[in-house]
């Protein structure tokens, strides 16, 4: 494998190695804003310095919230105190750049909506075509004033007014965790009781961090709900691995001869761990075992051994737990016997990239018999992969998931623009020949 912006892989055999993959990125945009929010300093362990969730710290930053870096690795900090401000953001003196980041951004506009001063929310190109009447729907509800200024309707750049909010009963139309998260956050700024009923349960790191931090928060079937006016208590954060990267590994071993891969660490969300279930019923051979449940989240260790894998259906409610694992679960179903059916998944078209489009074209073009459909794709397993000159499509999922399949085409497998990969995996590539010089 090459640096600087592209990547060349080669075929490799069975892998014998042990990673720890870098921190949660949902955890870690979490941890920098509700942190922000409390009453005093706050210790994070293990953040990730990646490109989004750097730019959701320097948003907290941007709104007067200060941090001591207590280590820092080659990307960015991983140790931080961050002096939580007690609710009392301050204005920010520029516009507020979330660069790839849907998850920053959403997350940052339910607290921008209920503050006493006006901001701007911005992105890159990729961001500022991506759906936010998702968010502004629910805000605006509550009393919010703020508006889409993208040159797409419903898009970024966001800019907010800020108002005293009221609360909300919202029922969300998509099972999104950013957008219960965004309502959750603002609720935490009306007055009153907000509540939020998600269509099918999304990822629940945001309850979960909010109950850490002392916030009482009341369960409904289907519903969280959030009483406002209460004030995080600071406390100290250890965010484990984070189990969408280590997805890669686990594919690129189970799909491998011979190999047995172990990663330490990983986030054992039983919100999140979808990807073991599709990949246990794929045949794939994965011990796993929780060593700690720090912070209301449990984590341990994942060991993934050579397997036969075999084709399988993912749809309906398993879907939103595994969202951003489908390209690399599609890469694992070109490689297994019988046909893997992806469906109920048209959220993934408003991802970084379209990514039922970027993962069909790109299996396409390394010789995979896959069918598009608008909410997924089809694939029939088992013929021969060939390298291919791919394009990642700006998309950090894409390029990760086919320099696995790159491991196991004939011929060498080419990537060009492969430095999104640093918005969630800062070290991939170092980690990917890791991986690949542990091949026998
Ligand atoms: C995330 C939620 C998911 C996921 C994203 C991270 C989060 O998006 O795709 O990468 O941290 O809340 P949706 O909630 O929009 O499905």
Request: overall charge negative; glycine content about 10%; aromatic content about 4%.
């Amino acid at each position: 494998m090459n640096s600087s912006h592209s990547l060349t892989i080669h075929p490799a055999g069975g892998f014998f190695t042990e990673l720890t993959v870098p921190g949660d990125k949902s955890i870690s945009h979490r941890a920098a804003i509700i942190a922000g929010l409390a009453n005093g300093p706050c210790r994070v362990r293990n953040y990730l310095p990646s490109e989004d969730c750097l730019n959701t710290l320097r948003a907290m930053k941007s709104l007067g919230v200060t941090c001591d870096y207590i280590d820092t690795n080659q990307y960015g900090p991983t140790e931080i105190i961050i002096h939580g401000t007690s609710m009392s953001l301050s204005s920010p003196s520029t516009v507020i750049d979330c660069g790839n980041s849907g998850t920053g951004m959403r997350l940052l506009a339910g607290i921008l909506a209920g503050q006493n001063f006006e901001s701007t929310l911005t992105g890159d190109a990729s961001l500022c075509s991506r759906p936010m009447g998702r968010i502004i729907k629910p805000l605006e509800g509550m009393g919010a004033h703020l508006k889409a200024t993208g040159d797409k309707e419903g898009c970024a750049p966001l800019i907010f007014q800020g108002r005293a909010l009221a609360p909300i009963r919202y029922v969300m139309p998509v099972a999104s965790a950013q957008v219960k998260s965004a309502v959750l956050l603002a609720g935490l700024f009306a007055h009153g009781t907000t509540s939020v009923e998600q269509p099918a349960i999304t990822r629940d790191h945001t309850e979960r961090m909010l109950t850490d931090f002392g916030i009482q928060l009341g369960y409904e079937e289907n519903g969280i709900s959030i009483e406002g006016g209460q004030t995080p208590e600071a406390c100290n954060l250890d965010i484990p691995g984070d189990i969408s990267s280590a997805a890669f590994w686990l594919v690129a071993a189970a799909a491998n001869k011979n190999s047995s891969l172990t990663l330490r660490g990983v986030g054992l969300n039983p919100t999140r761990t979808a990807v073991l279930k599709v990949l246990l019923r794929m045949g794939a051979q994965i011990d796993q075992s929780v060593t700690t449940e720090g912070n209301g989240e449990p984590a341990g260790d994942l060991v993934a051994h050579a397997s036969e894998l075999r084709g399988t259906e993912i749809s309906g409610s398993e879907i939103p737990n595994l969202i951003d694992e489908i390209p690399i679960l599609a890469v694992a179903g070109a490689l297994a016997q019988g046909t893997m059916h992806i469906r109920d998944a048209a959220e993934l078209r408003v991802k970084e990239s379209d990514r039922i489009r970027t993962v069909v074209d790109n299996l396409q073009a390394m010789g995979a018999n896959v069918t598009e459909h608008d909410d997924g794709m089809t694939i029939k397993g088992g013929a021969k992969l060939r390298g291919a000159n791919l394009d990642c499509f700006g998309d950090h999922r894409i390029a990760m998931a086919f320099s696995v399949a790159g491991l196991f085409a004939a011929g060498e497998t080419s990537i060009r623009n492969t430095e999104c990969i640093a918005t969630s995996y800062p070290g991939f590539e170092d980690d990917f020949s890791k991986v690949c010089g542990s091949s026998r």
